[in-house]
């Protein structure tokens, strides 16, 4: 057995590819549009030599109102080189840190349909530094 992709449905593609591909630096790997069915699906993913994994996005056209959340999914995780660099680079770019990396080892954040996505340092954790050794939890993750 292989472990395949992670499903999530998104409200609006763009903001969704904005954040995964453009913020975060996943790669789109395939997307079919489906015209029959009115809806989309966009895998993701990291690129890295040896993991096949990938997250699908999946975009019903006419959905108008945001998906139910619910803890019970989850989460996404993600090893990262450098957590503070990433973490600077995603705050930057309007990305709230819900849960900083205070310890260099780990972060969430959430995507625009409010699926967490977890980092973590690859390796041993970082030392601590600032402003993430300061920096409050906010919200849920």
């Not at 969704?16 to 395939?30: E, N, S």
């Not at 009115?38 to 997250?55: C, I, N, P, Q, Y």
């Not at 803890?71 to 090893?79: C, P």
């Not at 600077?88 to 990396?101: E, H, M, T």
């Amino acid at each position: 057995m292989r472990f395949l992709h992670s499903m999530i449905r998104v409200l609006d593609l763009d903001a969704a590819l904005h954040f995964f591909v453009d913020q975060l630096g996943l790669q789109v790997v395939r997307r079919t549009d489906h015209e029959g069915g009115r809806f989309s699906l966009v895998f993701l993913s990291t690129g890295a030599e040896g993991d096949a994994a990938t997250v699908e996005l999946t975009w019903n056209w006419d959905e108008a109102t945001a998906y139910t959340q619910g803890r019970n999914f989850g989460h996404l995780a993600y090893a990262v080189d450098d957590i503070y660099a990433l973490c600077d680079k995603l705050q930057r770019g309007g990305v709230s840190i819900l849960r900083p990396p205070r310890d260099g080892r780990m972060a969430f954040i959430k995507s625009p349909d409010g699926i967490s996505v977890e980092l973590l340092q690859s390796g041993d954790a970082l030392p601590p530094q600032e402003p993430w050794l300061s920096m409050p939890s906010v919200g849920t993750w």
